[in-house]
């Protein structure tokens, strides 16, 4: 039985904005929540004006920071929220500065108690942190003509960004030193001048891609996740940015961008632990879900389970087990679990998992009818398998007929994929043969494997098992370049008469393994038949792969 288990848990959440400015104050009494798995996170956005909130006409209002927050506390999972350390005009290195003096700032955020919080206590405190930095430092190299043209030294603008990229680095580095364990969050640049002349446009798009390649080498050796921000701003800039002679983002401009961060949140984001949910498959067509409980189990009635959009059953709230039956192979359910509690009120987030029951694999067919119980069964499919030989038309493969001359130069020359260097053919006894077997002799030939006698390849004549041997020593050299010596001779009392060529083939194939001979005796007089020939020839092939 095989099985295949894709086991995960990612939070369904709704994307609804709170579209209404709200003051950001903590609230006056603690709401009822729902039952959760999540615990909810502590989160500190650090940046520039446009984690600030910067307005189109240079006021303080609500950034994507802000948005963020507020789609995080409405779905449940969000503790705190601080863009207190957020200032417009900063640079990274003012950031570096505030981690170096460990500035005190007042907070600017949900959830909060105190009023001012110390910047390295906010980052130990932190699951969640967004990093908003490098524009400042880019920004001010670019200037425009009379004509819109964009207009800046290189080497400035190069040092520039190469200090934002080491700064970024630099900046990460003190965030994880503190904190290991946070998820940082870097916001991607979008175009700033969406109203210069189109003309223009290429080069000031080339600008921020670079600047944004920049901030991402940054990241080189973190967990930190970049997100892009750039196309979806650019598909309505005048939305967005709606002031020409202005940078900042409009409410709309920093909803898409907060939209944007929360997906991938929701995407990257490790909300519940990886055993949260598990699916154990008990037999052919039964699995068994197990989960953890909710946070706060002191409220839970049920656990409702789901396969797909339907309900299929419901436990109370101390079982935490579930079996599920009469599943069919081969197809993919989605299973989840709902908590309840007393009041009804049920999970915003479900714990959810992937499983497909694969069908037990039937035995597999025998490729040829008349090799069920013959020596060289498992040689001769191998051989089958990788193409180097093939059966006839009524299913047998005939194991113990003679091999010709013609299909042992076909199987070889396939096998090592020689081609022919000769455009004419060097025998004249094929006219009866198809071209691609013409080929492939002519290949055998070319390449110093086959010989014939007077213009004769004697094509139908049964290949000998000395024969054989030769062209196996042949392709060997062939194939990589240096002959095969072997380090004595073959213990074989009957190839004395053979030319030293030959003996020397036989002893390879000996010292190889390849072929054993019978009682002390190579044979090689005798035809080879089909079944020996595929053993012979898929050892050599092994031999040279090595």
Not at 369 to 393: C, F, L, N, Q, R
Not at 448 to 458: C, D
Request: no cysteine.
């Amino acid at each position: 039985m095989t099985k295949k288990l894709i086991g995960y848990a990612v939070m369904a959440f709704a994307l609804v904005l709170q579209l209404a400015v709200t003051p950001l104050q903590p609230a006056a009494a603690e709401p009822e929540k729902a039952p959760t798995w999540i615990s909810p996170v502590n989160y500190l956005a650090l940046g520039d004006s446009l984690a600030a909130g910067t307005t189109p006409t240079n006021g303080l209002g609500k950034s994507y920071t802000d948005f963020l927050a507020e789609q995080l506390a409405e779905q449940e999972v969000l503790q705190t929220s601080n863009k207190g350390f957020s200032y417009p005009g900063y640079k990274t290195d003012n950031i570096l500065k505030d981690f170096e003096e460990n500035v005190t700032k007042p907070v600017v955020g949900i959830g909060h108690q105190d009023e001012m919080a110390t910047l390295h206590q906010s980052v130990k405190e932190a699951d969640l942190i967004t990093l908003t930095i490098g524009a400042n430092d880019v920004l001010p190299n670019i200037t425009f003509d009379d004509s819109g043209a964009p207009q800046f030294n290189p080497q400035e603008l190069q040092a520039s960004m190469m200090k934002t990229g080491m700064n970024t680095q630099k900046i990460l580095a003190k965030i994880y030193a503190l904190n290991p364990d946070v998820k940082v969050y870097v916001m991607g640049y979008y175009n700033p001048f969406p109203y210069v002349k189109p003309q223009h446009q290429p080069l000031v798009n080339q600008l921020v891609l670079t600047l944004n390649d920049t901030i991402k080498k940054g990241l080189t050796g973190t967990s930190a996740v970049f997100v892009e921000t750039a196309k979806q701003i650019a598909e309505n800039p005048q939305v967005y940015i709606p002031n020409p002679k202005n940078i900042h983002l409009s409410e709309a401009g920093y909803q898409v961008v907060a939209d944007l961060f929360h997906k991938s949140l929701v995407e990257n984001y490790p909300w519940f632990a990886k055993d949260a949910l598990t699916v154990t498959e008990k037999d052919a067509a039964t699995v068994e879900l197990n989960w953890q409980p909710v946070i706060d189990t002191g409220m839970i009635t049920t656990y409702r389970v789901y396969s797909g959009d339907k309900m299929i059953g419901e436990v109370m709230g101390p079982v935490l087990t579930y079996e599920i039956t009469d599943l069919q192979p081969n197809k993919e359910y989605q299973f989840s679990i709902q908590a309840v509690d007393q009041n009804g009120k049920k999970s915003m987030q479900h714990l959810n998992a992937s499983y497909t029951l694969n069908a037990v694999p039937a035995e597999p067919a025998e490729l040829f009818t008349d090799i069920h119980d013959h020596w060289a069964k498992e040689v001769i499919e191998a051989a089958a398998m990788k193409g180097i030989v093939s059966g006839y038309a009524d299913g047998t493969f005939r194991p113990d007929k003679s091999l010709t001359r013609a299909q042992a130069a076909s199987i070889i020359v396939r096998a090592l994929d020689l081609k022919p260097k000769s455009t004419k053919w060097s025998f004249n006894d094929l006219a009866d043969y198809a071209d691609s077997t013409k080929k492939d002799i002519q290949a055998a030939y070319d390449h110093g494997l086959v010989s014939g006698v007077n213009g004769h390849f004697m094509p139908n004549k049964p290949i000998t098992r000395a024969q054989l041997a030769l062209v196996l020593s042949r392709s060997y050299e062939a194939a990589t370049g240096k002959p095969f010596t072997p380090t004595a001779e073959a213990p074989f009392t009957d190839i004395k008469k053979f030319s030293k060529d030959t003996q020397w083939a036989i002893a390879g194939l000996y010292q190889m393994n390849i072929a054993a001979g019978d009682q002390g005796k190579f044979m090689p007089n005798s035809p080879t038949t089909r079944a020996h020939a595929a053993k012979m020839i898929v050892h050599s092939m092994q031999a040279i792969a090595q």
